[in-house]
């Protein structure tokens, strides 16, 4: 899950992801600024889910994925839009 948080005095955007992998460890977030080697890594809480926020520049879009367990790759399924990735596969997209 993604939640948008827009400010009228800043330059950027928090936004919030959620995850609940069942049986996870940890997750990670790749790729936000086209950052695919570097991860940010999301808090896990009481309940299994995990979540992380993030501030990222207004009008902006940026490709991610999940990294779950450093083994299995997931999109976000509430995002904004998909694009095909050079695996094979396709990235979430998240438009700010």
Partial sequence: ML???YYKTKNYCKVKFIMAPSDAK???IRGL???WENSIIMSKKKDG???ADVNLP???S???KYLINNIAWLNEPE???EVPNVFGGSNSVIFL
Avoid: C, I
């Fill in 3 to 5: 939640q948008k948080t």
């Fill in 26 to 28: 940890v997750v990670e």
């Fill in 58 to 60: 207004k009008e902006s």
């Fill in 49 to 51: 889910s995990f979540s």
């Fill in 79 to 81: 995002a904004d839009s």
């Fill in 62 to 64: 940026h490709e991610f």
């Fill in 33 to 35: 600024n086209s950052d």
